[in-house]
């Protein structure tokens, strides 16, 4: 105890007393914290990791074109499905069909990268329904598009500059353009829609605009390798700008000429889109409420092309409105004319993903020579267990001497169960008029994909 005091006077007491707020305060001396490890990311059942299916670590650069090409990644989807269809004048067909897509995508290396994905969709049973498109099938039974077989669904070599904004593709590719109405993938059906092609995309360096254009020479369709395929001579030109959040505007031409394939589609299509979304929030003086108006209005004009044997010229106008609250959910509605010229002929969509569109019972998946006018509801919301729910309503008629053409329902319910599994169920009615049959589709579907 050599230098400390073994009586200390009631001063000095005092005096260190006094200092020990301060030293509380303070606490002791600090110390660098030891590294605290990530915890590993907690996955619920049958969830795989973000980075699954990668052969090495997805931030590693790759060497070479070699690295890049045998360090990529695997992809796969697994989607068997359950379609009931009753409609007059069929059979009712249960078509139990299974897709599997599967593919491989290198890794992109000084902006150059590629993709090869193979799908097949194999029915349980062919008997139990129809595809007329491939004469698979009964043809007593009621018709549904998912025949049996396999096929190169992608397949593209790919170039990226992010600093010129620029990507260019060279090959069997998805092109999914706006709302997909003129231009889609058709990705409910099994088989989905591909396009032989070469397309560029750009920016130009500013923020804001997306120019796009593809030259297709093939179309690969719904009904894989053995179905009605399209040889094409096609061109597609598409210009957007966002002004702002709430105002963009869209413009497109669409050249469509299948050669002897479909010489019936053959159009030229020109029109434009304006579309937005105005937050309500501060209009409405409320305090972040998550209230929002989205619109789309849509005019597009359309004529014959090449070798098309009817000559017309018809219009098509599109307005849809949906106020929705984060949340709670969403209601809306809108209107869709597919006009007629004379009755001769009408505005049609063959690259279209029509099953989004005019009832999913897929009645008009074809435009009527008399043209169609729809008028629609909706309302969706997220019910309990995650669960999200929507229903639409909608009432037909033609555009040429207004005839009726009956009403649909459809439903949807839908759960998320983890990033890689998701499940679906959905039902359509359709009560027709005159010449289009009464129906009702059932699905019932589960999707796994990493």
């Known amino acids: 105890m050599n230098g400390f005091p073994r009586k200390l006077g009631y001063a000095s007491i005092m005096t260190l007393l006094s200092l020990c707020p301060t030293v509380l305060a303070e606490g002791p001396p600090t110390t660098q914290p030891a590294p605290v490890e990530a915890e590993p990311e907690a996955l619920r059942f049958a969830e795989l990791p973000k980075?699954?299916?990668?052969?090495?670590?997805?931030?590693?650069?790759?060497?070479?074109?070699?690295?890049?090409?045998?360090?990529?990644?695997?992809?796969l989807d697994f989607r068997p499905r359950f379609e009931f269809v009753s409609q007059d004048g069929f059979s009712d067909s249960y078509a139990m069909t299974a897709r599997l897509r599967f593919g491989y995508q290198s890794k992109p290396y000084k902006g150059f990268t590629w993709l090869a994905q193979m799908e097949g969709v194999l029915?349980?049973?062919t008997s139990l329904y129809s595809v007329p498109a491939t004469g698979q099938g009964d043809p007593a039974r009621a018709p549904v598009a998912d025949p049996r077989g396999i096929e190169l669904n992608q397949g593209y070599a790919r170039y990226q500059n992010g600093e010129l904004g620029l990507d260019l593709k060279a090959g069997r590719q998805r092109i999914v353009l706006d709302d997909q109405r003129f231009v889609g993938n058709v990705g409910w059906r099994q088989f989905e829609q591909t396009f032989d092609s070469a397309s560029v995309k750009t920016s130009l360096g500013v923020?804001?605009?997306?120019?796009?254009?593809?030259y297709v020479w093939h179309v690969q369709r719904i009904f894989g390798d053995n179905g009605p395929n399209f040889d094409s001579n096609s061109h597609f030109i598409h210009g957007s700008y966002a002004f702002l959040p709430e105002i963009k505007l869209t413009l497109f031409t669409y050249l469509l000429d299948?050669?002897?394939d479909s010489p019936i589609n053959s159009t030229n299509s020109y029109g434009g889109m304006l579309t937005?979304?105005?937050?309500l929030d501060e209009l409405l003086n409320v305090e972040e409420g998550g209230l929002a108006l989205d619109y789309r209005v849509t005019y597009a004009l359309q004529t014959d092309a090449a070798d098309n044997p009817v000559g017309y010229l018809a219009s098509f106008v599109a307005a849809d409105l949906k106020l929705g609250k984060k949340g709670l959910g969403y209601a809306g509605g809108g209107y869709q004319l597919l006009g007629s010229d004379g009755g001769a002929a009408a505005f049609q969509f063959p690259l279209g993903t029509n099953h989004k569109f005019n009832g999913w019972a897929d009645v008009f998946l074809v435009t009527p020579t008399a043209g169609l006018q729809d008028l629609y509801v909706y309302a969706g919301a997220p019910l309990p267990w995650d669960v999200d729910g929507k229903v639409v309503f909608h009432k037909f008629w033609s555009d040429q001497g207004g005839a009726d053409f009956g009403w649909e329902i459809d439903a949807l319910l839908k759960?998320?169960?983890?990033?890689?599994?998701s499940m679906l169920t959905k039902v359509a009615y359709y009560q027709g008029n005159g010449a289009f049959a009464d129906r009702v589709k059932f699905w019932l579907q589960t999707t796994y994909k990493f």
């Not at 937005?276 to 937050?279: E, Q, T």
């Not at 759960?415 to 599994?421: A, S, T």
């Open 415 to 421: 759960k998320q169960i983890n990033r890689n599994w």
């Open 51 to 75: 980075n699954f299916g990668w052969l090495s670590s997805p931030d590693e650069e790759p060497r070479d074109l070699f690295d890049a090409a045998s360090n990529g990644k695997f992809d």
């Open 123 to 125: 029915p349980a049973d």
């Open 258 to 260: 299948f050669k002897g």
């Open 276 to 279: 937005g979304k105005l937050g």
């Open 207 to 214: 923020e804001g605009l997306e120019l796009f254009y593809a």
